[in-house]
Every structure is written in C-alpha cells, then in structure tokens.
C-alpha cells in the first residue's frame, strides 16, 4: 500500500492507494505555513496506520525549485522559492521521521507526467511534456521513457517568452518579470483583470483564452524544438479552462509555421488535455512512491 503527497501552491493532497481505481483515502489541506501544513499531512497518514493499514512506501511530489539530487545535504528540501515561508522546507523528513518507510521525492510536475504516462493522455508514449498552467506553470518531460533531470529539474514556466504585440503587461514573476509563468499563469490572469480567472464573465474569459495561449504556445513551440516530444499534455486549473487547449493547439501551429513539417505536430492530440485531470499529481505521487519501494528492495 502506497502513500502520496501532492503539494501545489495553493493545496496539499494526501492520497493511499496503488492507481486511478485503487484509492483508498485521500483529503486536501489548504496550504498554511510549511509546519502546519506538513504536520496535517503527517496526521493524515498517522490516522490511516492507526486504523489498520500498513504503507510501503511514501511519496512526495512538491513544488519547486526543490533539491532533487540525493546525495545533496540539502535534498528533499524547497529552495529559493518565491512563496514566502516556504524556501529551505524539508519536505521529505517530517515523513521518514514517523513513519520509518521509504520516501520518495520529486516534483509535483515530474509526479503528474509520470502518472500521465502510466494511466492518462500520454499512456504508451516514449516522449511527451506534462505541462501544468495554474498558481505557477511549470513542466517535466519524459524523454525515451525516463524522466528528463540534469543538475537541477526542468524550469518550463521560467522560460523567457516574446511580448505579444501591444500587450504592456509588465509580468508577476519576482525573478523575471515577463517569463512565461509571469506572463500567463493564473496569478498573472488575475493581476491584469483584477480577479481570478474561475470569476472571468464571458467576453472576459474568451480573452483570457486568447491571450494565456498565445504565450503558451510561444513557450511550448521551444519545448518542441528542443525536445521533440511526441505530444504536449495541459493540465492545471487555469489548463483546464474550456477552449485552451484547443486554442493553444492552433496558436502553436501558427507559430511553428510549418516547421519542421512534422505532421504529427497538426494532429488534434498534439496538444492534449491531461487524461487524468485534477488527480495527475497525486496519483503520480503514488509512482513516486512505488519508485523508492523498489529501490529500497534492490
């Protein structure tokens, strides 16, 4: 039996379970400060052992920048964040701590593709790119099958986009201004119109759609000529507004303008919907978990 954790910006999501149609129990924290929000998790999982059931493994998939790399003094750790209170938290401790079971580690997107490639819209794909639009935008990318990693993790929403013409939007990153995250991400929605976007009327919602995909397609057409992958799945709660995908799947064809002529890159699924919707990143994190259970056994 697998446990998972799932931290986004805004919530956490604590599931037990092994996949989609194995869930045991699940529940949502909203994210308070690091002690308080990870010590509900603990609670969680400490509730589910006393009533009788025995975890595995733990998985934890967060969001970043975190330190991936385990031979790292510092991994499993939250790093220079822009969410204050956050940087330096050790994600990982609170749970190998209590519960004396294998805990894996990575990020909530990393988490999210491999659950996308396993159960969703990228099942039986060797390459592809999970990208999340949403409190921040951020990606992983599998890449012949493994999970692509370098010194760090991949920074997809921090990829420097060009302005649209006649946008003035001086952009919300606190690192960059105008990156992509600063440009389209829900808080940047929610900057330039002053509420969010789940509260957009129509015409101000059609807009929206216009203008987010326009930059994703300009910071996705990158991804595409630097990794070639097989298809591009949107997920996020500002992913998931109606007619994104598909407007960013015709604004990306636009922008890649006929290059390289692949015709996979015109196909309807090129630029996909995530398959398992909400539930990517915390399934994923069940993955996770299975992951450092196995190398536990190795």
């Not at 009788?52 to 330190?67: Q, W, Y």
Request: charged residues 20%; proline residues 7%.
């Amino acid at each position: 039996m697998l446990g998972g954790v799932e931290a986004g910006g805004t919530k956490v999501v604590c599931v037990i379970g092994n996949g989609p149609d194995e869930i045991e129990r699940t529940t949502r924290i909203e994210v308070a400060e690091p002690e308080a929000t990870l010590a509900a998790a603990v609670r969680f999982f400490r509730g589910a052992v006393d009533d009788g059931i025995v975890l595995d493994a733990i998985g934890v998939g967060s969001f970043g920048p975190v330190e991936l790399r385990p031979d790292h003094p510092r991994f499993g750790c939250i790093t220079n964040t822009p969410k204050p209170g956050w940087a330096g938290t050790d994600m990982v401790g609170p749970f190998t701590g209590v519960f004396g079971v294998p805990v894996g580690f990575d990020t909530d997107v990393n988490a999210a593709a491999m659950a996308e490639g396993r159960w969703g819209a990228a099942r039986g794909l060797g390459s592809f790119v999970y990208l999340t639009v949403g409190t921040g935008i951020g990606g992983g990318a599998i890449v012949d099958g493994r999970l692509l990693r370098g010194l760090g993790h991949p920074e997809m929403g921090h990829v420097p986009v060009p302005r649209r013409p006649g946008d003035t939007f001086d952009g919300i990153c606190p690192f960059h201004g105008d990156c992509l995250e600063g440009m389209a991400s829900g808080p940047a929605v929610a900057a330039r119109l002053g509420r969010r976007a789940e509260d957009l009327g129509v015409t101000d919602r059609q807009a929206t759609v216009v203008l987010v995909s326009w930059y994703l397609a300009a910071g996705v057409s990158s991804l595409v000529y630097a990794l070639a992958p097989e298809r591009i799945v949107v997920g996020g709660g500002l992913g998931s507004m109606p007619g994104l995908v598909a407007a960013t799947r015709a604004a990306l064809e636009d922008r890649l303008g006929g290059y390289p002529g692949l015709p996979e890159h015109e196909d309807l699924d090129f630029v996909a919907p995530a398959g398992l919707g909400g539930m990517a990143g915390p399934l994923g994190t069940l993955v996770i978990a299975e992951r450092a259970a196995a190398a536990e056994v190795g």
